[in-house]
């Protein structure tokens, strides 16, 4: 089964400036899709950003983009620019190529909490 | 936009009451996820189907039953609540292999 790892349950950045998140996960597959999903205080868990293991370059998404090391099994967040809107959990996931037995399901981080200090 | 409604935010029931949470989506998708998040743990799969009528287990279905007889609406039923199912469930729904979308959660206390 595949796991996923948020090292850093909370993170704290200064308004304007850059943070990094963290997620390593675990899985023998080679193919899979890898995500980071935003969850604000109201609740609503939102995508933030995609990336599939096939490709090598890196996604990005206007201020939001990804350190994805297949190697390393490591999927980090950039955030920069940081604004006090991006202030939420901050969740990474996993989901296999593989089809049937849940495989079509996330497998989710823990979350880190993202603080933004004005 | 895909919308994802959830039939209610905050729900209280008692141990023994069957329970029903409600999830339609509005973009036509195949896939719908049942999760449940709890501090702590993040979010766990519990049920989901790519069909109607069809459903697979996901990780912790223990207590839990999935009903999907449209397209656009998966239901989560609790049998018989326990106190141990207190917590926020979250329905979600994706188009074939895409990314999935969220609704907003039922918070669900058994007292």
């Known amino acids: 089964a595949q796991t996923v790892t948020q090292s850093q349950p909370e993170m704290s950045v200064q308004e304007a400036e850059t943070v990094t998140l963290s997620c390593t996960y675990d899985?023998?597959?080679?193919?899979?899709?890898l995500f980071w999903y935003k969850q604000p205080p109201s609740r609503q868990m939102i995508l933030v950003i995609r990336?599939?293991?096939?490709?090598?370059q890196n996604a990005t998404e206007n201020r939001f983009s990804v350190n994805f090391q297949k190697a390393a099994k490591s999927f980090s967040l950039k955030i920069s620019d940081s604004q006090l809107g991006d202030a939420a959990m901050y969740f990474c996931a996993y989901r296999s190529q593989a089809s049937g037995g849940g495989a079509d399901g996330l497998t989710f981080g823990k979350g880190t909490h993202l603080i933004i200090q004005p | 936009d895909v919308k994802v409604t959830q039939s209610s935010r905050y729900l209280v029931k008692r141990t023994g009451e069957k329970v029903f949470l409600e999830c339609v989506q509005d973009?036509?998708?195949?896939?719908m996820f049942w999760y449940r998040q709890d501090p702590g743990l993040g979010l766990r799969l519990i049920y989901f189907s790519y069909d109607v009528k069809m459903k697979e287990k996901g990780d912790i279905p223990e207590g839990y039953s999935v009903s999907r007889e449209k397209k656009e609406r998966f239901s989560l039923i609790l049998e018989s609540a326990s106190t141990n199912q207190t917590s926020m469930y979250l329905c979600a729904s994706s188009l074939r292999r895409l990314a999935q979308f969220f609704g907003p959660g039922t918070r669900l206390t058994v007292l």
């Open positions: 973009m036509d998708h195949e896939n």
């Open positions: 990336q599939e293991a096939y490709k090598q």
């Open positions: 899985t023998s597959e080679s193919d899979y899709y």
